[in-house]
Structure formats: C-alpha cells, structure tokens
C-alpha cells in the first residue's frame, strides 16, 4: 500500500478564558504546563512520535495569533518538533478559515497531504490509543472522506456536543449521521445508554485538496478570502504573517458548521462524511473542573500542583505558581495563585470564570490579557514591583540575544547586572558590563541591551519617569523584524 503523507495541523488560536487567571490572552492554556513536564502545545506535537503504519509524518504546519508567536516557535522547537510553518492570524476567525489556510498552504506546488486537525489545547492521556484511531482513520481519508474522532462518552456530559454514528464501513469508521449541540441532563443520559453517541472531540482528517474543493462549494467568500490573504502574506522572519486587509473580509465559522454538518446534504460533492470512535483519555480541559477531573487525587479527591499544603478538605483543586498555597476546610472549592492574582471558586461554578475575565476587560485591567512576568523573542521580563514615576523589572536575555535599538520619550532606565555579561549600546559607544557592574540609559537616549555569553544574562532594571507604558518605544533596528516602529514590549 502506498505512504500517505501526514501533515498535523495544530490550530492554536484560544484564549482559554475559563483557566484564568493561569491562562491570558498573549500567554493562553495551550502554552502551559498543566497535566506534566510538557505544555498542552507540546504534548499535540509529540502526539504522533513513532506513529507506525502507511503514513509519513510531516513536521507540523501551526496557525496561530501574532502575539505568541515566539514563544510557540520556542516551545516547538525545545520539544523537538519545530514547525514546518507557522501561520500567523492577525484576528480569530474561528477553525474553518484557521484550516483553509492551513489548506492552502499545503496544497501549494501541487502538493496533497492529508491533514490531522489537532487543537493544540486539549489532553489525551493514552497516546496509544489516539494513535490507533488516527491508523483506523487514514483509509477512508485516503479515500475521499472528511474524517471527524468520536470520543466514547464516559458519562451523561452536558457541556459537549455530540455526533451520532451511523453503519460501519469495511474500514473500521462509521457514517456521520448528524451533528447534535449541547444537550440537557435528559437528552445526554439517552445518548449514553443508546451507544450510537459520540463526544464531539474538534480532531479531523482529509486531504488538503478535499477540504477546499468542500470549502469551494459551501462557502466560497471564506475561501477567496483566504486565498487573498495567503497570497498577499509576508515573510517575518520564521513567520508567515497572513495579511490583514484581505483577512478581514474572511466569513468567521467552525469546521463543523461550515463544512461538516452541510456534508450530508450536497451529495453531488461525493465526499463522505465518516466518524472514528477513540477511547484515549480525551479532554478539552474547558475549566478548572474539567482539569480536576483528570488530575491524580489523592484519598480524600484533592488534586494539587506547586507547592501546596492541605488540611481537612476534600474534592479540590490548589494550584500554586510562586508560593505556599495553603486551604483548611475546603470542600469542592479551586485554589489558583499565581504572582499577580488569586482565583477562589466553588468548583461547580467553574465555567463562569470567563465572566470575572469579561468584567477584566470591560474596566480595561491588563490582568486578563498578561501575566506578571512577559516572555519576548529575546528572553522575558518580570515586572517586580512599581508605583508613581517608577517601575522596577527583571530582566533575563537568553545567550547570543538582543533587545532592539531603541529609545524612550517619557523615561529613564538604570540597569544593574546580576549574573552574566551584558553587552550595551549608548549612543555611539559600547560596553561590557560584568556581574555588579550598572549603568544610566538617561531618558531620549539611543540604547540596547545584549547578552554576548553562554549564560542568560540577569539584570534589575529600575525605569524612572512620566510614564512608564510599554508602548512608549521607538524601535530603530531589530533582529526580530519589530522595527521602525513604535510598539509595545521590548
């Protein structure tokens, strides 16, 4: 039998507003840690290691917002799986055009690979068995077929959607009978005893050309508009950054609603619409209560992370990021520290975090947006403490990297060297400074900060000055292809 190649597409897009306050808008869940050493976009990469069958996989193609792009290229490569390419949305548009893009780009010089849609944000804890599914699937993708995985339900769920399957064909998948939202207790309880019922896991399969050819008929203004964008795209450094103007024209929609749901009807097409059933510890990990569900309890139901300590309570959930967490008497309750805020919820009211995120935003709070310490292409920062006209930070550059050259309008900065050498730049002239060593960057000055050694170089910068916003430089060079421009971060 003939190799297939095998392109995962790793949509990479959520906010994941209801894992808040350890998820944020430019550091969002799929970028953490939360159930092992890996992060959840890791763990989807490393999804298919040693996947054994016809099919050769590709190294995969992301799609993902602008504002992560480094640290998702970072943590690619540090798992060992860089991306073949990393396509940037300027705005969400939701899966359908995140796909086509992803099409597009892989159907370019005449190529074909199927493609495994993967959200970069879920868990699946027997990569054995997703692996067999994905095997289970690949004939009837092969053949045609837009492929969706079932996840065999385990209990009467009423926060997923469901699909109901159909007669089994020779390969080992199913007809799609129909897509079903969300339904009540009654309804979820007959889907489970009927055993015709899948979750609706958001995982795919088909071939590139497939996708646009059903793109093409049932909505052809999202695909023209994909087309334009893709086309009118710009090389940033190891980035596709898709263009702006024409995306914005893009309809925005689901794979579900835009191509899969609409399948059965257009049999003129002739591609099928098939379902796999998978039993693999699937879990989209939605909120907090969705994590508790798959974290390691011990006796009493109490799952913990960090450094935590627990004393009569029972059924919850403490998560620590930089200090003692500590909960007596809790019952059914979450815990979630980290350095800049604190969440406490009743465990059962886990899903309206996403309104104390919404109350963020609507007073304009960058709490729901960042976190405390902010990563950069060069390395990050950590914001330790601020008032009135000053505001002091950690800074870490990672070997052989610089920030940009650049100046400020409103403030001055002091920087002090804690361990490693830091090289910097002051007008005309440049300078080694050494562990205890520091220096003045006087406000309107030309500067830039690098790290010429093997080590990360540490310093404390302390700013000084009428405002202290990170929007507040102007960029005259950059490695990373920030500059000349006037924008936030360093």
Same mark, same amino acid.
């Given at each position: 039998m003939e190799i297939s190649s095998?392109?995962?597409?790793?949509?990479? &897009? /959520?906010? /994941? !507003?209801?894992?808040?306050?350890?998820? $944020?808008?430019?550091?969002?869940?799929?970028?953490? @840690?939360l159930t092992g050493p890996h992060t959840m976009l890791q763990q989807t990469a490393l999804r298919l290691e040693g996947l054994a069958g016809n099919a050769k996989v590709l190294d995969p193609c992301v799609v993902c917002n602008a504002e992560y792009r480094f640290i998702t290229a970072e943590q690619l490569q540090a798992a060992?799986?860089?991306?073949?390419?990393?396509?940037?949305?300027?705005f969400g548009r939701n899966t359908?055009?995140?796909?086509?893009? @992803?099409?597009?780009?892989?159907?370019?010089? &005449?190529q074909d690979p199927l493609?495994? =849609? %993967?959200?970069?944000?879920?868990?699946?804890?027997?990569?054995?068995?997703?692996?067999?599914? =994905?095997?289970?699937?690949?004939?009837?993708?092969? /053949? /045609? @077929? %837009?492929?969706?995985? &079932?996840?065999?339900?385990e209990r009467a769920e009423t926060g997923y959607g469901y699909l109901r399957r159909g007669?089994? @064909?020779p390969d080992g998948s199913y007809a799609l009978d129909r897509f079903v939202e969300k339904p009540d207790a009654e309804h979820a309880r007959r889907y489970l005893d009927s055993g015709d019922y899948l979750w609706n896991s958001g995982l795919f399969m088909m071939h590139a050309s497939v996708w646009l050819a059903a793109i093409a008929h049932f909505d052809p203004a999202m695909l023209a508009a994909c087309t334009a964008a893709l086309q009118a795209a710009r090389a940033d450094v190891d980035f596709i950054r898709i263009d702006t103007a024409a995306f914005e024209a893009c309809p925005s929609d689901s794979i579900d609603y835009a191509? %899969?749901?609409?399948?059965?009807?257009?049999?003129?097409?002739?591609?099928?619409a098939r379902v796999v059933p998978m039993e693999a510890g699937w879990s989209d990990v939605g909120a907090w209560d969705a994590l508790w569900d798959i974290l390691d309890k011990d006796e009493a139901g109490n799952a913990a992370?960090?450094? !935590?300590?627990?004393? $009569?309570?029972a059924n919850s959930l403490l998560f620590a990021s930089s200090r003692l967490v500590a909960g007596v008497g809790l019952d059914n309750i979450v815990v979630v520290e980290t350095p800049d805020a604190v969440l406490v919820a009743a465990k059962d009211c886990a899903q309206d975090v996403k309104k104390i995120v919404a109350r963020l935003k609507a007073e304009g709070?960058?709490?729901?947006?960042?976190? $405390?310490?902010?990563? $950069?292409?060069?390395g990050w920062y950590d914001s330790i403490d601020g008032g009135d006209r000053f505001q002091v930070k950690r800074i870490v550059v990672k070997p052989g990297a610089s920030l940009s050259l650049q100046m400020h309008h409103h403030r001055a900065e002091h920087w002090i060297v804690v361990r490693g050498t830091a090289e910097v730049t002051h007008g005309d002239k440049v300078m080694l400074l050494s562990e205890n060593e520091s220096t003045y960057i006087p406000l309107g000055h030309v500067h830039r900060l690098a790290n010429p050694g093997k080590v990360p170089l540490e310093i404390i910068e302390v700013q000084s000055g009428s405002y202290l916003g990170e929007d507040d430089i102007v960029r005259f060079e950059d490695t990373y292809g920030r500059a000349p421009a006037a924008q936030p971060g360093a």
């Open positions: 095998l392109l995962p597409v790793i949509l990479s &897009g /959520g906010s /994941g !507003t209801r894992l808040w306050p350890l998820s $944020r808008e430019t550091y969002p869940k799929q970028l953490l @840690a060992g799986k860089p991306a073949s390419s990393i396509l940037l949305e300027p359908a055009p995140a796909l086509t893009l @992803a099409a597009l780009h892989a159907h370019a010089g &005449g493609l495994l =849609v %993967m959200p970069a944000d879920h868990v699946i804890a027997r990569q054995d068995a997703f692996q067999a599914a =994905v095997r289970q699937g690949i004939p009837a993708a092969r /053949g /045609g @077929a %837009m492929v969706t995985f &079932g996840i065999v339900p007669a089994a @064909a191509v %899969m749901e609409k399948l059965a009807a257009a049999p003129q097409l002739g591609i099928a992370c960090g450094e !935590t300590l627990l004393e $009569r309570s709070r960058t709490l729901a947006d960042t976190h $405390r310490k902010v990563n $950069r292409p060069w």
